[in-house]
């Protein structure tokens, strides 16, 4: 089974994948934003990102424009560089999906459950970089975290829970 998913997301059209990885992330967006109105206890431990003293507008460039652009170079392609360069930790590819995810979800610290949720987010990622190597890796894992974040930060601004 996994043999067949590593081999759709090598060989498919850039915009099914994105597609079927953002579906997986407005799906785990929902679930982790009601997650504390189902009484799941969680710890903050900073602003969120809608109590930044920022514009909307400044938000939507921050969040999607510049953010994915500057964490794919930082979380996905640098460790992908370095990593492949250790014999042991390349031949054992979950090694740099962990450490990237276990990174990426340190960057992001608002609360345990945002950690949690970019945790996820930040495997889903570098498995996609790692697979479409070859096929626009860093272009596919900035537009789908684009997508993620525009979808998010709208959510925040007209649907807040």
Do not use: C
């Not at 514009?55 to 964490?71: D, H, K, Q, R, Y």
């Not at 626009?136 to 894992?141: E, I, P, Q, S």
């Amino acid at each position: 089974m996994l043999v067949k998913i590593n081999k759709y997301f090598r060989t498919a059209n850039v915009w099914s994948v994105i597609s079927i990885i953002l579906v997986i992330k407005i799906i785990l967006m929902v679930i982790f934003s009601m997650l504390e109105s189902w009484g799941v206890p969680n710890v903050h431990f900073n602003a969120p990102p809608d109590e930044l003293p920022i514009s909307f507008g400044g938000m939507i460039i921050l969040a999607v424009i510049i953010a994915p652009v500057i964490e794919t170079a930082l979380f996905q392609a640098l460790p992908y560089l370095l990593f492949t360069k250790i014999p042991y930790i390349r031949l054992k590819p979950v090694w740099i999906v962990l450490i990237s995810a276990v990174l990426f979800g340190l960057w992001h610290t608002y609360s345990i459950h945002y950690m949690i949720y970019t945790f996820i987010g930040g495997a889903a990622y570098m498995y996609l970089y790692i697979v479409r190597y070859k096929r626009g890796a860093y272009l596919t894992v900035v537009a789908i975290h684009s997508l993620a974040n525009l979808f998010a930060t709208l959510g925040d601004e007209y649907f807040p829970i």
